[in-house]
T-cell receptor, first 111, second 114 residues
């Protein structure tokens, strides 16, 4: 009965490939997020999405795109992967933007 | 947009000492301030939070204080234990359109020496 789950846990891929990370929450929350955590541990918000609005951090390259098939899922698609995309990606959800419940993270390594 | 500064970046204490981590924010409209703890290899998890209508909140060995006028808030951990060793993040929540967006500080690595 995991609250926020992500798959895969680890992702190793070659530069130039396209990959997706899936996220699901069973908390009934109205807002979902994607974060990137780099090697220095900085948590950078990439996207915030509820059923009304997608907010994009303007510094995120357009190779990254969120896709939400329904309120419980927010997947992250990454096109033309680059070395600098290597990081841990966390999905999170919240009710009206308050306490963030994080998924376990996806460790992406681009070779 | 909101900007959150967090200090120190690293904090080393002896077991039993107190630890204080400080954050400042820039957007006076921010009204919710959570603190997260991230152990090595794990996900960030909420440990305590405070809203703008409250000046202080305590939960056992952990307390948070908020000074709205000065736009700063602090995390206080008393009687530290080795299991308190982790990265701690502060955050400030502000409204953007119809959504609330969290802005995180850059994190404080707390090391508690036995």
């Amino acid at each position: 009965d995991t609250a926020v789950s992500q798959t895969p846990k680890y992702l190793v891929t070659q530069m130039g490939n396209d990959k997706s990370i899936k996220c699901e929450q069973n908390l009934g929350h109205d807002t979902m997020y994607w974060y990137k955590q780099d090697s220095k541990k900085f948590l950078k918000i990439m996207f915030s999405y509820n059923n009304k609005e997608l907010i994009i951090n303007e510094t995120v390259p357009n190779r990254f795109s969120p896709k939400s098939p329904d309120k419980a899922h927010l997947n992250l698609h990454i096109n033309s992967l680059e070395l600098g995309d290597s990081a841990v990606y966390f999905c999170a959800s919240s009710h009206s933007g308050e306490t963030q419940y994080f998924g376990p993270g996806t460790r992406l390594l681009v070779l | 947009g909101e900007n959150v500064e967090q200090h120190p970046s690293t904090l080393s204490v002896q077991e039993g000492d107190s630890a204080v981590i400080k954050c400042t924010y820039s957007d006076s409209a921010s009204n919710y301030f959570p603190w997260y703890k991230q152990e090595l290899g794990k996900r960030p998890q909420l440990i305590i939070d405070i809203r703008s209508n409250v000046g202080e909140k305590k939960d056992q060995r952990i307390a948070v204080t908020l000074n709205k006028t000065a736009k700063h808030f602090s995390l206080h951990i008393t009687e530290t234990q080795p299991e308190d060793s982790a990265v701690y993040f502060c955050a400030a929540m502000h409204a953007s359109g119809g959504s609330y967006i969290p802005t995180f500080g850059r994190g404080t690595s707390l090391i508690v020496h036995p």
